[in-house]
Structures are given as structure tokens and as C-alpha cells.
């Protein structure tokens, strides 16, 4: 697995549970209110990759303390290692969370096939109308869809995820990405921050700063 960070300690990314963090490399989504530019590109020097040995060991250190790991990215399901890595956390007896923007629906289902995740949070950037400008790529719509479609009828723990930049999104928007999610699913908005935002002016930070 190629990671870009490794966080020792997190309260607030897994709900209800202590867990480390892990930062996977490369993420095929440019959303310009992205906080983690250094970790879109697939391939990053190796001085600023964290070893997957190094991930492990701390994890064998933690887990007394730890719950879990969360997976987040960059894009973790983009990594085709990434099952025989969720595989070695498991044999830690850890538990999993997963964060992904749902382009990757066939990794998805292997992974919630083989109960690899114990937790999915994926992130829904727009309405469908909209998800281009909010992703800053074409975005993969039928993707998504699925992957909402998977997560929702997994049966494990999920929630749905937004974040709202109020220049490119509304509350008009966030009932519209209500409607396209099924009723029973937790959808969290959070607040855009334009600090380390990929694309402030974009967000429109550039206007109120
Ligand atoms: S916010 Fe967007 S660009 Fe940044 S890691 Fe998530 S999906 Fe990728």
C-alpha cells in the first residue's frame, strides 16, 4: 500500500470508538475544497510515503488502546492491496473504518463481501447536476450510485457526507442530495473550511477573505 500519513490517535473520525488513522496516496477526485493536497497524487516521492510495515507495527503497539483503524485517503479503494492490508489490521483485532468518495464500487463490494469493513462513510459531493464542479473531474456518476446502492444495503454501519461550500452549494442542494439517498441513511453536512482548501477561490474563500 502506498500512505501518505499515519495519524496515532483520533476520538471524533470513528463514531463511538478510539482508532488510529491512516492516510492512503492518490485519489482520482479533485474536489477544490480538498484539505489534503498532498495526497492526490498516485505517485508521491518515497520520502513522504509512510511504510506499510511502519503502520502495522504501530498498530500492533495500540491496539490495547485502539478500537480501530480508519482508512481514509486520497482514495483507499483505489489501491488493489488494499483487501490483504484490511486482511493484516483485522488479524490485529482491530476493527475498520472506511472513508470513500464511491468511484470504486467493485473494490467496495469485495471489501463489504468479504467483511473487511466494519464502518463506511462515503463522501456525496453534490446533487448529480453538480458533481462535476464539486468532485473537479468528470465524476463517475453511475459509480457513486452504486456505491450508495452497496453501502446502503450492506447492513453494516454507514453514513453519507457532505461538505458544503455556501458558494457552490445550497440549501436547496443538500434536499436534493436527501432525496437521491435512501431514507433509513445517516447524511452529515460539514462546514466548509477554506484554510489548505485545494481551490479557495473556487469555494469561494477568495471572496470573504
Ligand atoms: S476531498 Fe475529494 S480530492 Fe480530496 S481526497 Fe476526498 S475525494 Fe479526493
Redesign the pocket.
Known amino acids: 500500500m502506498r500512505f501518505g500519513g499515519f495519524q496515532a490517535l483520533t476520538l471524533s473520525d470513528y463514531p463511538g470508538k478510539t482508532a488510529a488513522v491512516v492516510f492512503t496516496q492518490g485519489?482520482n477526485?479533485?474536489?477544490p475544497?480538498?484539505?489534503?493536497g498532498g495526497?492526490?497524487p498516485a505517485v508521491a516521492d518515497d520520502r513522504n510515503l509512510v511504510p506499510e510495515a511502519f503502520v502495522l507495527e504501530e498498530l500492533r503497539r495500540r491496539r490495547g488502546l485502539l478500537d480501530g483503524l480508519v482508512v481514509t485517503?486520497?482514495?483507499p479503494t483505489l489501491q488493489e492491496a488494499l483487501p490483504a492490508f484490511l486482511g493484516k489490521v483485522r488479524a490485529l483485532g482491530l476493527l475498520v473504518k472506511l472513508d470513500t468518495?464511491g468511484s470504486r464500487p467493485e473494490m467496495l463490494a469485495r471489501l463489504l463481501g468479504t467483511g473487511l469493513v466494519d464502518y463506511v462513510a462515503m463522501?456525496v459531493k453534490a446533487p448529480r447536476g453538480k458533481y462535476d464542479l464539486l468532485?473537479?473531474v468528470r465524476a463517475p456518476l453511475d459509480a457513486v450510485r452504486e456505491s450508495i446502492r452497496l453501502i446502503a444495503a450492506s447492513g453494516a454501519p454507514h453514513h453519507f457526507r457532505t461538505t458544503l461550500p455556501s458558494a457552490l452549494l445550497d440549501a436547496q442542494d443538500i434536499e436534493t442530495i436527501r432525496r437521491e439517498l435512501p431514507a433509513a441513511s445517516p447524511h452529515l453536512v460539514q462546514e466548509f473550511k477554506p484554510e489548505h482548501a485545494?481551490d479557495p477561490a473556487v469555494c469561494g474563500a477568495a471572496l470573504t477573505a
Open positions: 485519489c477526485f479533485r474536489c475544497f480538498c484539505h489534503n495526497l492526490l485517503g486520497g482514495e468518495n463522501d468532485a473537479g485545494l
